[in-house]
């Protein structure tokens, strides 16, 4: 059995979330705006998001790894 | 029965994966969006250069902008799309089988087509931006609220309890800050504005200063908020499937 997360909801997501990120960092002073760190943490959410959903790392939350073996028997 | 939320989330998710099929369409569409802003750039680049520098208000920068913007959302907004499929339908009559379905045709159609506009946004929206910044670069605001206060304009009249009778350079005063500002979070802003009265005009700035939380304004909860449904969206992106 192969396993695999959603690839294009984590980019997106990935992407929501450095956006939002970048203005957060902004409101509360810690990252200066400038159009490389408009651009960075987007594209680095993007990057995470697009990894996890390739490879699925996350553990299904409430399924141990035993009960997905006999599920697979 | 008519459609709930739910249904025409479906209809969005299943236009979002129809136009991820045609892959090689997105690459051509890329492509021409590309080299059409190159074109546009440089056309208005001459407008501007040929007009000394400045053209309606815009610069060489800001025109870069307004081109790789609009050239990125071509896709999304699909202009240049020809006819509908709702218009074909209408046209050969086939639209009379859409009204016997129980979902309302024009919200059907919408969610379909915002699934399809939202997928664009990823393959040829973001890289005809990032091409437009990495080669004739673009005048992007260094500050985070020209793109949420960006249509809402604040001039403070009248500032000062009285008349500069000596003619100072600088003078203290107060003003009266709009409603509007309000909603604006927490930082420092640089602010123009003029005082009229029987002697004259007098033009000036401040800077504000609004002290507070990232909490204390609704920009700042809104970005929390997104951050946080961001983020969730990450980790269920990353919880793995089981597929045959």
């Given at each position: 059995m192969r396993r695999r997360g959603r690839p294009v909801l984590g980019a997106i997501s990935g992407l929501i979330f450095g956006g939002f990120l970048t203005i957060d960092l902004q409101i509360m002073n810690v990252w200066k705006l400038s159009i490389a760190s408009e651009i960075v943490l987007p594209l680095v959410g993007l990057a995470i998001g697009l990894a996890l959903g390739l490879t699925g790392v996350v553990r299904r939350p409430g399924r141990s790894e035993g009960a997905m073996h006999v599920a697979r028997d | 029965m008519r459609a709930n939320l739910r249904t025409y989330g479906q209809l969005a998710r299943a236009g979002f994966h129809r136009q991820s099929t045609y892959r090689l369409a997105l690459l051509a569409g890329l492509v021409t969006n590309i080299v059409f802003g190159f074109i546009r750039a440089a056309i208005l680049f001459a407008a501007v250069e040929s007009a000394g520098g400045t053209l309606a208000g815009y610069t060489s920068d800001t025109i870069s902008a307004y081109v790789w913007l609009s050239q990125g959302l071509l896709g999304a907004v699909n202009i240049l799309g020809g006819a509908s499929e709702l218009s074909e339908r209408i046209r050969n009559g086939d639209v009379a089988v859409d009204f016997t379905r129980p979902v309302d045709v024009q919200a059907s159609y919408l969610a379909t087509d915002l699934g399809r506009a939202a997928f664009t946004i990823l393959p040829r929206g973001l890289p005809s931006v990032l091409v437009g910044a990495l080669t004739v670069g673009l005048a992007l605001p260094a500050q985070i609220w020209p793109y949420l206060l960006g249509l809402v304009s604040i001039t403070a009249k009248a500032w000062g309890p009285s008349k500069n009778a000596s003619n100072k350079v600088s003078k203290a005063g107060v003003a009266k800050i709009p409603s509007a500002l309000k909603l604006v979070p927490p930082g420092t802003y640089h602010m123009t504005g003029y005082n009229s009265s029987d002697e004259?005009?007098?033009?000036?700035?401040?800077?504000?200063?609004?002290?507070?939380?990232?909490?204390?304004?609704?920009v700042g909860i809104v970005a929390v908020i997104g951050t946080l449904l961001g983020a969730v969206g990450v980790v269920f992106a990353g919880i793995a499937k089981a597929l045959p």
């Open positions: - | 004259g005009t007098c033009a000036g700035s401040m800077d504000l200063r609004f002290t507070g939380s990232i909490l204390s304004s609704p």
